[in-house]
């Protein structure tokens, strides 16, 4: 047999399935790319404003004139395109005219809402401007308003941009949807350094709409085929609207839990909410990089798996086999960043923050709100692509009503439990946070299971196993490493401080892989006792 047939042969004992998981994880790896990159670039942006205006007033005038876009596009897009406008866009996919009225009219609405709220803002920039900012003085206040003013345009850009990529992303068209970030930072970064010395923090305002006009035109190349026909009426807005309903709840419930939780942390200490904040920052971001990413690369095919079997096209097992295949990846990159992140807390937090007013005490507290945190942070990842399994079977309602019990009455009670016999401290509430995003994982795990059966036969808590077993030899590799290697000396710069992190994480990650690889050899071999 030459190697062209034994290649063939190799390539049919492929199956549907696990060519399908081969997609979803290319489409993952653009996702996090365009995500990567876009936080690269928006370093670069801090970084070019902290040159151009420091940490002065006008700058901060900026900052909360820049809230009020963002805001809206998040309470009235953003949170739509993931719960209504992909699975209701994917159940149209197979009529394309029907499927071009209907994003019409969503444009067209988004269009008049988002308008309408320009509208307001621009003639009351002045009233709004003193609710963000009144303790500011009359100069500030007075910029603030003029930036708002500017700044609000974006936000009819960046709606647009929102519906284009629900579209997009429903016909699993990855590739643009995934930099409109990136663009967007880019050309603040571009504005800013054309025009700062002219026009100060005014080209700040300039480059968010420059950046949400690109987010728009990035995408239109991708349109083909798909362009939208204006309408004011589609029968499927009203289903959008019933989905999204229960998401704007949600969304009010979790910034209640915010305000729950600040309240909370300032009963602890003046510093709490910042220790909070830098540790949050760790465990966000291999949220952002990795379970997102997964998470938007799964729900348009959940979405019309899930069509197809409620048309009778299909049964749920691809659904199923489909979800597992993106908690397979999602367990498979978080259990070991938690792991890793456990046993490195503190150098992280010396390199990435201790410089400057942030002292070592900060550290010290910084990394035990962050190791209280990393329990949760596992459940968290595998909740995201369990809401969005919910989101694909035009579920909305289900996640909110978990997310009421779980956010604030379980994180209460968490929270709260310990002043029973001592006083309230920060770590405390990392540790509530963690059982609340356990309790809501395992909760929604419950919930999907007896909507779409079980999933045993995946044998997904046997890689869970097998993930946590090489993910603990990875952190015991790492902690003998680094306790070998740097045993008492700290490091001369930060640069040192990288160095040793890049190498004693990269002996971890061939541990893991190797130990990971090795189980799982032994899995399939059934030699071990972690049998499939």
């Known amino acids: 047999m030459n190697s062209q047939e034994r290649l063939q042969r190799l390539i049919r004992r492929i199956s549907p399935w696990e060519i399908e998981t081969l997609h979803l994880a290319r489409d993952a790896m653009i996702i996090a790319a365009g995500n990567i990159i876009s936080r690269l670039i928006g370093l670069l942006r801090e970084t070019v404003k902290s040159e151009l205006f420091g940490s002065t007033g006008p700058l901060s005038a900026f900052e909360a004139a820049a809230v009020v876009p963002i805001q809206l596009y998040d ?10 406008l992909v699975p209701v866009f994917r159940e149209y996919a197979d009529r394309l005219p029907e499927l071009r009225r209907l994003v019409g009219a969503v444009l067209i609405w988004v269009w008049l809402v988002m308008g309408i709220a320009v509208l307001l803002v621009e003639f009351a920039a002045q009233p709004v401007a003193w609710l963000l900012a009144g303790g500011m003085d009359p100069e500030l206040l007075e910029l603030t308003a003029g930036l708002l003013r500017w700044t609000i345009l974006a936000v009819w850009w960046i709606a647009t941009a929102g519906v284009i990529s629900g579209l997009l992303q429903a016909f699993q068209r990855f590739t643009l949807p995934a930099f409109t970030a990136a663009v967007f930072n880019a050309a603040m970064v571009a504005v800013a350094l054309l025009l700062g010395t002219q026009l100060g923090v005014t080209s700040l305002a300039l480059g968010m709409v420059a950046g949400a006009m690109f987010q728009v035109l990035l995408q239109l190349p991708a349109l083909y085929g798909l362009w939208p026909q ?36 300032s009963h602890t200490g003046p510093n709490s909410i910042a220790w909070m904040r830098y540790a949050t920052t760790l465990i966000q971001f291999p949220l952002g990089l990795v379970v997102t990413a997964i998470s938007v690369a799964i729900l348009p095919r959940l979405s019309r798996l899930s069509v197809e079997a409620r048309q009778g096209k299909e049964s749920l097992e691809p659904f199923r086999a489909t979800l597992v295949a993106g908690l397979r990846m999602v367990i498979a990159l978080i259990v070991p960043a938690a792991f890793g992140l456990y046993v490195l807390a503190d150098p992280v937090i010396d390199l990435l923050f201790q410089h400057g ?74 540790v509530a946070n963690s059982v609340q995003w356990a309790a809501h994982a395992l909760l929604m795990s419950v919930l999907l299971l007896r909507q779409v059966g079980p999933m045993r036969s995946y044998g997904l808590g046997r890689w869970t196993l097998r993930v946590l077993i090489a993910s603990l030899v990875m952190a015991l590799g790492i902690a003998f490493i680094w ?33 990971l690889g090795g189980l799982t050899w032994l899995s399939i071999s059934r030699w071990s006792w972690v049998r499939p």
Do not use: K
């Open 75 to 84: 309470l009235l897009v953003g949170g739509m395109v993931s719960s209504a």
């Open 230 to 265: 204006l309408s004011w009426y589609h029968p499927a807005l009203l289903r959008i609207l019933q989905l999204y309903s229960p998401v704007v709840f949600g969304l009010a419930v979790n910034q209640i839990a915010i305000l729950l939780s600040y309240h909370l942390a």
């Open 357 to 430: 007013r942030f002292t070592a005490t900060d550290t010290a507290v910084v990394a035990g709100v962050l190791r209280g945190y990393l329990p949760g942070l596992i459940f968290a990842a595998i909740d995201q692509p369990l809401v969005f399994a919910f989101y694909a079977r035009q579920d909305t309602l289900t996640p909110a009503v978990v997310g009421l019990i779980c956010n604030v009455g379980i994180y209460l009670a968490a929270a709260l439990a310990p002043t029973l016999f001592r006083p309230l401290q920060v770590t405390d509430l990392a």
């Open 483 to 515: 306790s070998r290697m740097f045993p008492h000396a700290p490091p001369s710069t930060h640069l040192e401080e990288a160095i040793r992190l890049f190498t004693v994480g990269s002996f971890g990650l061939l541990i893991y892989g190797l130990t």
